[in-house]
């Protein structure tokens, strides 16, 4: 039978009744109860007590099921019960998407069950192809996946420092409508990296404007998060008037006061980001919970101007004694903003695995040279990985509270005991958890897992997720608080996270009584497009 023969009232019942779970009858069975745990729904409400249910890959009820059964029986008493976090700046894509990491071991220690990839303007171009490499890997959490800017431009003009031609600038809105078709959340940006520097706001507004047409969001590495350029405060300003001019919810990717300079400024940011929104602006914020950022060497510290052309014309310049010479000053001056070459730490650097974990200030006095000169023997051979300790407490406290700020990862998905990453691909979620709500009480719990699950859903539309109630999505998280923890440190990384005791994955268990499962329950998602066109 075909709806269009049905009255109108009638059929869009039975497209309600489709859409939503059946009701529960007590002779139901469940696939799973999780019983008489404190119930975090993501709401950002306080806990209450309840069990779970998931049937199908779905949370079929939420109550008292002690009169129902289940083919297996979760006890989370004495244990919090929430909707999988959500990831919303993760550089994992490119691993999840190779047979050796999709498995995502260090997301799912963490309860992240889903990830957005391709941030910072970096990343894939082809949305379908790398979805079909996604699921050729098998992987065990969720991606969602958005168009990276910097990417398509590169595509479109290389790495050429100007304005795009209009028949460039179709080709590249043709590329972000392509991606947005296959199925992205939104666009990414990077103007802080090369080449997404070389736009200006007019170019991210035109093509955000193409993402607002399919309900997309805009994340940013904002264009200045200290005083290279703009400014750090102008920098969230064009985000802000990219979200009021293309009309689409703007996030200020991992948003931090980067070095001495511009401590303090959080509190110039959240009025900035209040006003926007009392002026109806839908403007977004994410933040990882550490006071140290990480980057390229050549992103940190290397001008914009001198890498047009790519690394073939930074070695040039290198080399020229003029542009060496302005470049060697202006890499002087970047060192001063991020506080000096000991608070510079090597992550990896294949040509010279030795400094891996050392300081920039190492690297120089082992040379017997100046910083900035141990910076451009290093450029010559490659462009490591570095962590930068340049933000203040005082600012990433003052963020977090903002009920407008998600949580992100900014990880990388490397082989175990590989280099010295960022902790934070380790320990983000327990973390924020152990240090800034148990141990700190900068906030609350539900307000942190707020910040992880529905208000990432909520911003990105990603459809019946970061909530746990009935109808959603099973993916869920089982956490004892007094076990939450993330041992990965600077100096000593690559340790999983502790106390997710059971992640569900689309209703399957991921992780089962603190121990990681084999089988590849997650899903390259897709955006639900009702009435947006
Ligand atoms: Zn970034």
């Known amino acids: 039978m075909r709806f269009s023969h049905l009255p109108r009232a009638l059929a869009a019942g039975i497209l309600l009744a489709a859409a939503t779970a059946p009701p529960l009858r007590a002779q139901d069975g469940y696939d799973v109860i999780i019983r008489n745990g404190r119930v975090l729904d993501g709401t950002g409400n306080p806990w209450y007590r309840a069990d779970v249910g998931l049937r199908g890959g779905r949370i079929a009820a939420v109550g008292d099921l002690a009169g129902a059964r289940a083919a297996r029986d979760v006890d989370a008493a004495g244990l919090y019960v929430a909707p999988g976090f959500i990831d919303v700046h993760s550089h994992a894509g490119e691993g999840l998407a190779t047979a050796a990491l999709s498995h995502g071991r260090p997301l799912l220690a963490q309860g992240i069950t889903t990830v957005l990839v391709n941030p910072d303007g970096g990343g894939a171009t082809d949305m379908a192809r790398q979805r079909a490499a996604l699921q050729a890997a098998g992987i065990r959490v969720n991606v969602a996946q958005m168009v990276p800017h910097g990417s398509v431009r590169q595509r479109v003009m290389g790495m050429a420092d100007r304005a795009p031609t209009p028949a460039e600038m ?307 998280v089982v956490f004892d608080l007094a076990r939450v923890n993330d041992p990965a440190t600077f100096s000593d990384p690559h340790r999983l996270a502790e106390g997710m005791v059971h992640v569900f994955v689309n209703g399957g268990d991921a992780v089962r009584d603190g121990r990681l499962g084999t089988a590849t329950y997650g899903r390259v998602l897709s955006p639900r497009r009702s009435g947006e066109r």
């Open 170 to 476: 179709e080709r590249m809105r043709a590329l972000v409508r392509a991606g947005m078709e296959e199925g992205a959340f939104g666009i990414s940006t990077g103007p802080w990296y090369a080449p997404g520097s070389f736009a200006k706001t007019e170019e991210l507004i035109d093509l955000s404007k193409v993402v607002a047409g399919y309900g997309g969001a805009y994340s940013s590495h904002i264009r200045d998060e200290a005083d290279y350029s703009v400014g750090l405060v102008a920098a969230v300003d064009e985000v802000i008037r990219i979200g009021r001019e293309a009309k689409l919810r703007v996030v200020a990717t991992h948003l931090k006061a980067l070095g001495p300079r511009v401590w303090g400024y959080s509190a110039a940011l959240v009025s900035r980001i209040d006003r926007a929104r009392a002026e109806g602006v839908e403007v977004f914020a994410d933040q990882y919970p550490y006071t140290a950022s990480a980057t390229s060497l050549s992103g940190a510290l290397v001008p914009r101007w001198a890498l047009a052309g790519g690394d073939t014309a930074l070695r040039r310049r290198i080399g020229d004694p003029a542009e060496g010479a302005r470049l060697r000053a202006e890499i002087v001056e970047s060192l001063h903003r991020r506080g000096g070459a000991e608070r510079i730490q090597f992550r990896r650097h294949r040509p010279d695995p030795t400094i891996e974990g050392k300081t920039l200030q190492w690297a120089a006095e082992r040379g017997r040279v100046q910083p900035a000169d141990a910076v451009l023997a290093l450029l010559r051979v490659g462009n490591p990985g570095v962590v930068s300790f340049n933000m203040l407490d005082e600012d990433v406290d003052r963020l977090m509270k903002q009920p407008w700020m998600m949580t992100s990862s900014d990880g990388d998905l490397v082989p175990m005991g590989e280099g010295v990453p960022h902790p934070r691909s380790y320990g983000t979620y327990p973390r924020k958890i152990r240090e800034y709500v148990v141990e700190r009480g900068v906030m609350e719990l539900a307000a942190a897992v707020r910040s992880m699950t529905s208000l990432p859903a909520t911003v990105f539309r990603i459809p019946d997720r970061g909530v746990l109630r009935e109808g959603a999505v099973a993916d869920v």
